[in-house]
Structure formats: C-alpha cells, structure tokens
C-alpha cells in the first residue's frame, strides 16, 4: 500500500475496542504532533462522498441513511456486525476511499512542515494498510477492561462489544506486530507518562524506508564482497 510522499515520520496509533488509542492520539496532538483520526474521515467520507455514499446504499439500502441525510450508525453497526458478509463488504468501500484521504493529509502536514504526523485506526492491520507506516504503536489493556470501557462508553451491552471484538484481529497478534507497545491498564497519567516515553523515541528514530535502504545497501556490499 502507497505511503503519503514526506521526508518524516507517518505513525500508525491502533488497539482493540476499549482499548484507549484515543487517549494516546489526544495525548500526541497535546505533545504538538498532528493526528488524522480514520473514523472522523470516515464518517465525513460516507456523507459527503457522493459515490461513496451510493455504493453503500446499494449495498445496504437505503436505510442506511436517515431523512436529514447523515449515517445511520446504529443501524448500519447493527446489519453489518450481525452478516460478516456485509462487514467485508462496507470494509471493502470505505478502506481506501479513507486511506486515500489520510494519505492526502499526511502529504499537506508534511510539506507544512512536521516532522512527524500521526493516524489513529482500530483497522490498520485487518485493512492490509500497515506497510504504508514507519512505525505502528498498539495500545493495549486486558480484555476484560476493555469490554468494559466500550459498553461504558458506547451505551452498549457487553454482548454487542464482544461481538464486534471478535471481527476485528486479536490484540495479541497485534502486540506481536506492534513497533511500540502502550500499555493502558493503570492511570491516565500513567497512560500519559508511556505515550511521552513512546514518542520521545520516535523523535530520534529515521524514518523505515532510509533504514531499509540503507539494509539493502548493506546486503548489496556484502554480495560484492563475496565476488570473486
């Protein structure tokens, strides 16, 4: 997947349901760095694009908007976390319409001047997008807390938020990927505290592609050591 052009740092922020990444993504943009929120851009994405808009409609019907011509997200959240099909299916129409936009973001801060821009996305992973980031941090909790932060937060029963957790990657594979790991089963201020370690070490890192080729030019050196 194509990388926003910038000579900084792009940094994926991602975690299960109720896992916090919110609060780490707030926590960035208070630290200075710009944040593009995936779920924002999507939602603006399914109103105002009207070709987006359509296939969805198609899709779903056109329930899935209501009289004043906003999504109906409950609705919506209630069809496709119950058909795995459709699920696959409302992935497939709003993923790039919103990684295209992200990118398009990320180059505007870039050439701003930032050295590093932020994405937070709970679906970087399930959406094949992670190579398109330098470094992905995974916020993680225990389940049990993070079942419990969603139904608080959403108004949902414990059930649903379970349901829509088991359609999404499991966190420990995620951790197993993860660049960086938050963990986030203390304090906020301790959350705090490991989102400013987190990224005062990114501020020193290059970006993944020059460590790349410098790899490459490496294996290539040694390939012409090995001449004879």
């Known amino acids: ?7 900084g740092l792009y940094i994926g922020i991602t975690g299960g349901i109720g896992s916090g990444k919110s609060a780490v993504a707030d926590h960035f943009e208070e630290l200075g760095v710009p944040v593009l929120r995936a779920d924002t851009i999507a939602r603006r994405l399914m109103v105002e694009d009207a070709e987006l808009r359509a296939s969805i409609a198609a899709l779903l019907g056109p329930e899935a908007y209501m009289p004043d011509g906003e999504l109906d997200r409950t609705w919506v959240a209630e069809r496709i976390f119950a058909d795995p099909a459709l699920l696959e299916g409302i992935n497939a129409l709003v993923h790039p319409r919103t990684i295209e936009e992200q990118n398009r973001r ?15 996305a ?3 992973y399930e959406s094949g997008g992670e190579d398109r ?16 932060r969603a139904a608080a937060r959403d108004g949902a029963v414990l059930e649903e ?3 829509r957790d088991r359609a999404q990657i499991p966190t420990e594979q995620k951790v197993e990927w993860a660049d960086f790991v938050v963990r986030n089963d203390g304090t906020m201020e301790q959350l705090r505290s490991n989102t400013t370690f987190v990224l005062m070490m990114l501020r020193t890192l290059p970006p993944r592609r020059a ?14 050591d090995g001449e004879e």
């Open 161 to 163: 938020v379970e349901r």
């Open 1 to 7: 997947m194509v990388r926003p052009e910038g000579d």
């Open 106 to 120: 990320a180059e505007e801060l870039f050439r701003a001047g930032h050295r590093i821009v932020a994405s937070e």
């Open 211 to 224: 460590i790349e080729l410098d790899l490459d030019d490496e294996d290539a050196a040694a390939e012409g």
């Open 133 to 148: 980031f330098d470094y992905i941090i995974v916020v993680d909790a225990p389940r049990e807390l993070r079942m419990q």
């Open 122 to 124: 709970a679906l970087i």
